[in-house]
């Protein structure tokens, strides 16, 4: 008897360990892309608040405001659901029996409000980027900063009518395996409120995904061509900031389609497949590609900002420099678009690097 109470000791202490671990692992796979994330989002909003109380064409003040906008919802989207997150994850999570309170309510608002922002964003700077790329006397009439401004209090409007519409019985918000965070109700006794609810989220964010990459394709051949039917010795150096926008949404948006369209395409699938009772025995699969979606999704707001860090004309200037010298390319395709792509690049720098 007393082998068997020191065997269920021994037994209880094992379980009690590898509880520690597995919080404690849990809570780092959290507080470091938190951390990293609020890094990268502060460096990112120091060089965009500089570039935009320095900058003077109307065109990229209007760009720098929808990133700066942009970058600090990242940050908020980072810390607040990334807080309750690790504190679920410090507590072992909700349990079996929950399937969901007001911690999980607010959780899942959090998700949905900070997905969609970043989305709607995202294809408002591309819209806007075409319209100026193509048509830049309309865009100097209809953009102005109150515009951009009022534009900008519409998208977290609509994310934040996206986000509380369980308060109004349309769809809801659940705990998600493993009890650590909370999202739209897509696999446990789903119904046709839950169905309108993620087609919505999932049909926004997938439609403005779209969007972006038509606009963000329509402004790279427009400057493509416009370089091409450009006669030899004329100058034009708005095309290097129109160049370095595009670039920078180029990357926004593949950023953004990388990590986005796996949540949004699974969740719509998820619902769907619920709802006709397909989804069975595969609940567990199911489980683990939605767990994989949303960290995957995470990165999004991590990756944004080096998208503005990495991809400005400063940065991209000294890579071309680093290379042209390296490679010794002179008087090639690549010589003679330096100057519209650089400016204010001469010999003299080169020969620095």
């Not at 919802?73 to 659901?81: K, L, Y």
Request: charged share 15%.
């Amino acid at each position: 008897m007393v082998e068997a109470m020191v065997t269920d000791m021994e037994h209880q202490q094992q379980e009690n360990v590898t509880a520690l671990q597995n919080e404690t692992s849990g809570a780092m796979i959290v507080v470091l892309p938190m951390s990293l994330g609020i890094i990268s989002n502060t460096v990112a909003l120091f060089i965009l608040v500089n570039a935009y109380c320095l900058q003077r064409r109307h065109s990229k003040a209007t760009f720098l405001l929808f990133a700066t906008s942009l970058v600090i919802t990242d940050f908020f989207g980072h810390v607040i659901p990334g807080a309750l997150v690790l504190r679920l994850y410090l507590s072992g999570g909700a349990s079996p029996e929950d399937s969901s309170d007001t911690m999980c309510q607010f959780l899942g608002g959090s998700m949905v409000f900070f997905g969609l922002c970043p989305l709607l964003m995202g294809c408002a700077m591309a819209a806007e980027r075409c319209l100026g790329v193509t048509k830049p006397l309309l865009h100097l009439s209809l953009v102005t900063k109150t515009r951009t401004k009022v534009c900008l209090s519409v998208i977290w409007l609509a994310a934040l009518s996206v986000a509380l519409l369980p308060c109004f019985q349309i769809g809801s918000y659940t705990y998600q395996e493993p009890k650590t965070w909370c999202f739209i109700n897509v696999l446990n006794d789903t119904m046709e409120v839950n169905v309108t609810f993620v087609v919505l989220f999932s049909g926004l964010g997938l439609t403005s995904l779209a969007v972006a990459l038509v606009c963000n394709t329509i402004s790279g051949l427009t400057l493509v061509l416009a370089r091409i039917r450009r006669q030899p010795g004329s100058h034009h150096s708005a095309h290097s900031h129109d160049i370095e926008m595009v670039v920078q949404l180029v990357g926004i948006t593949v950023t953004s389609c990388i990590c986005w369209s796996p949540l949004l395409i699974l969740a719509l699938m998820s619902v769907i497949h619920s709802s006709s009772k397909i989804v069975g025995e595969n609940l567990a699969y199911y489980q683990t590609l939605m767990h994989i979606g949303v960290r995957l999704a995470t990165w999004n707001q991590i990756l944004d900002p080096w998208v503005y860090i990495l991809l400005r004309r400063s940065v991209l200037r000294k890579i071309y420099l680093i290379v042209k010298c390296q490679a010794g390319l002179k008087d090639t395709m690549i010589g003679r678009w330096e100057k519209s792509l650089f400016p204010s690049l001469d010999q003299k720098e080169v020969n620095q690097v």
